[in-house]
């Protein structure tokens, strides 16, 4: 990383404006304030003409959307706010910073593009894709994932006037933890900001605050252009519009069933005629087979056994078998294109990023440019701001998909005696089968890929945790695991809720190492792992309700919370602000212990209600394993 790096935030009050800046390496922090007690703009003046003249980065979080915005503003207009006084000058940012905020709340471009800044910027919410709808999470949110000590708000209104002397102390220690907080999260996205740097030096995009799914539109448009000779220009505008997707016209010749269930699924598929103006939720359909429910949708197909544990041995082996690159395949072993793109070109662009991914080592920043983009393929077809829009390209590219791994998964199970399929989920599927018929399961699958062009990659598990096709442990047979959905623990994206972290942790123990839930939280002393995560918006706020001295109290408690389960402590209601309605975040006699700050005590003193995380941990043992067969299979 550039040593020229300021990782920096704003705090805007009516009266008071401070700005935070601390040097990436973390020896040098700056702090200034503009208020009636402390007029520092001529030095935050000459800081941020420094930036602007050697070069420098901003580091900030959402500062494109806002503190990139102030200092802007604050440049163009010098000249007139010098002549301000501080408390002046500090109302006039305050006035801009709910501007910029308003537009933000409803949806509006901020005010000056990132070409258009005098300083450089990295925006960690951005470069995370955090300000997508799915993903969406302010800097508290992010704090609690990353286990901040301090994940206070301030707690000064914004809109409070007359700050005192020690406000404004209060203040510039709250914007020194969010710099602090932030820092951090640079750190963690170190690669990510490396990868961008190498990708705007070489590309001459400036792609430093660019999500994936950017990334993957602005290189996927650079070399497209390239490869037809049309400028990105002229190519951003092309689409496909249509009105009917008639599914019959775009199954592959290939696709063919020999039991009656699958025979129905195709003859369904291809009755369906589709709104292609309006693909979600456009087809829904579902079987059973061998006990097993498969359901289908725009979203891929996912099918799965009974919950339980599935463990190899006595003579049989659980396969798990996976399409490689399978979307992107099946575009280029078929020649698809959008309607409106030169087919040819297309196809020997997007066959040629498949083809370099192979041959360039995966630490290579360029192999993971080439997996996006291949990936990302077709969610820009059905998106319809993307120069890949075609809403047909994508449902050939998902439909046939399904289809085909149905055909796979008919054939291994109708074609090996004794089959017990586990799971089929988008690209693959697991499957139990006796041990003397791998080789026949092998076959299989060389003819498969014979037909399909495709290309399978397999890999044999000792055991499998099911509790359904998005939640399970799987251990191959070299040890390794892989823990999806509520039994994840490691490396959570920081995005997701990772509450009572304790639970997957203990779960794993339990179903991989056979150790019982009370042993394993004896050993396990990590309060954070214990805590969990909620935050709200909209009509709603946070109330806790606690009993002091005999006397009921009520306190209204700010957006993001961290808590635990505690022997002592109060209960945590969402409350809607116009009916009054009430919801506990724990319903029943569990009480809650607010954690926002960090405090480091010994175990005994937190008080942990470790009779709560059992209930949860054996709650979702039952639920695999129901207790009268327990004993059978440990």
């Not at 605050?209 to 505008?237: C, D, M, Q, V, W």
């Not at 360039?360 to 701001?385: A, E, M, R, W």
Request: with cysteine.
């Amino acid at each position: 990383m550039s040593k020229n790096h300021w990782v920096m935030d704003y705090e805007t009050l009516v009266d008071c404006t401070v700005l935070v800046a601390e040097h990436y390496t973390g020896t040098e922090v700056k702090t200034f304030s503009i208020s009636r007690l402390s007029n520092q703009f001529a030095e935050l003046i000459e800081f941020l003409e420094q930036c602007k003249k050697q070069g420098e980065w901003h580091i900030s979080f959402n500062g494109l959307g806002f503190d990139s915005q102030i200092s802007e503003h604050i440049l163009r207009a010098k000249s007139y706010l010098q002549g301000l006084t501080g408390g002046e000058i500090a109302n006039w940012i305050y006035t801009r910073a709910q501007k910029i905020i308003e537009g933000q709340d409803q949806n509006r471009f901020a005010e000056f593009s990132e070409k258009d800044l005098s300083i450089r910027q990295i925006d960690v919410f951005k470069l995370n894709h955090w300000d997508n709808a799915a993903k969406r999470s302010g800097l508290k949110w992010i704090q609690y994932s990353m286990d901040w000590p301090n994940l206070l708000d301030m707690p000064i209104e914004h809109n409070h006037s007359i700050v005192t002397p020690d406000q404004l102390d209060t203040i510039i220690e709250y914007c020194k933890n969010d710099v602090k907080s932030t820092k951090q999260i640079m750190h963690l996205s170190k690669e990510q900001i490396n990868l961008r740097k190498t990708l705007t030096e070489e590309y001459k995009i400036n792609l430093f605050s660019a999500s994936e799914p950017r990334i993957s539109k602005e290189l996927f448009l650079h070399f497209l252009s390239e490869e037809t000779g049309i400028s990105k220009y002229n190519l951003r505008s092309l689409k496909t519009r249509r009105d009917l997707i008639k599914i019959a016209d775009i199954i592959l010749p290939y696709t063919n069933f020999k039991t009656l269930t699958f025979q129905s699924l195709l003859h369904n598929f291809k009755s369906l005629i589709l709104d292609a103006r309006n693909t979600k939720g456009g087809f829904k359909y579902n079987i059973t087979h061998k006990g097993v429910r498969t359901d289908f949708g725009l979203g891929g197909v996912h099918g799965c056994t009974e919950s339980g544990v599935y463990q190899g041995g006595n003579g049989m082996i659980i396969m798990s078998s996976d399409v490689v690159s399978y979307y992107p395949n099946l575009a280029i072993r078929n020649k698809w294109a959008p309607a409106h793109l030169p087919k040819e070109e297309f196809c020997r662009r997007y066959e040629w990023f498949f083809d370099q991914r192979k041959i360039i080592p995966k630490k290579d920043p360029k192999n993971y440019v080439y997996k996006i983009i291949l990936n990302s393929t077709f969610g820009l077809s059905i998106d319809q701001n993307s120069f890949l829009y075609d809403p047909q390209f994508g449902m050939q590219i998902t439909i046939n998909g399904q289809l085909s791994l149905m055909m796979l998964y008919e054939m291994l199970s109708e074609g090996i005696p004794g089959s017990v399929p586990l799971m089929q989920n988008t690209d693959g599927l697991e499957m139990m089968i006796p041990e003397e018929y791998q080789e026949k399961y092998m076959e299989i699958c060389k003819e498969w890929e014979k037909m399909t062009q495709l290309s399978l990659e397999h890999d044999t598990y000792q055991k499998m945790v099911i509790g359904d096709v998005n939640n399970y442990i799987a251990i191959n047979t070299a040890g390794k695991a892989k823990c999806k959905g509520r039994f994840e623990y490691e490396n959570v994206a920081l995005h997701k809720n990772k509450s009572h972290l304790i639970i997957p942790k203990a779960l794993y123990a339990y179903f991989i190492e056979d150790k019982l839930p009370e042993q394993f939280l004896q050993e396990n002393r990590n309060i954070f792992d214990y805590c969990a995560g909620v935050k709200i918006k909209g009509d709603w706020e946070f109330q806790q309700l606690c009993v002091i001295n005999g006397e009921i109290t009520r306190q209204s408690l700010q957006k993001t919370l961290r808590y635990y389960i505690s022997k002592k402590g109060c209960k945590i209601y969402k409350v809607n602000k116009s009916d009054k309605r009430e919801i506990q975040l724990e319903s029943g006699k569990w009480m809650q212990q607010l954690f926002n700050l960090y405090e480091e005590k010994p175990w005994a003193e937190y008080e942990v209600d470790e009779s709560y995380y059992l209930d949860k941990i054996y709650r979702e043992i039952n639920n695999i394993i129901p207790k009268k067969t327990q004993l059978t299979l440990f």
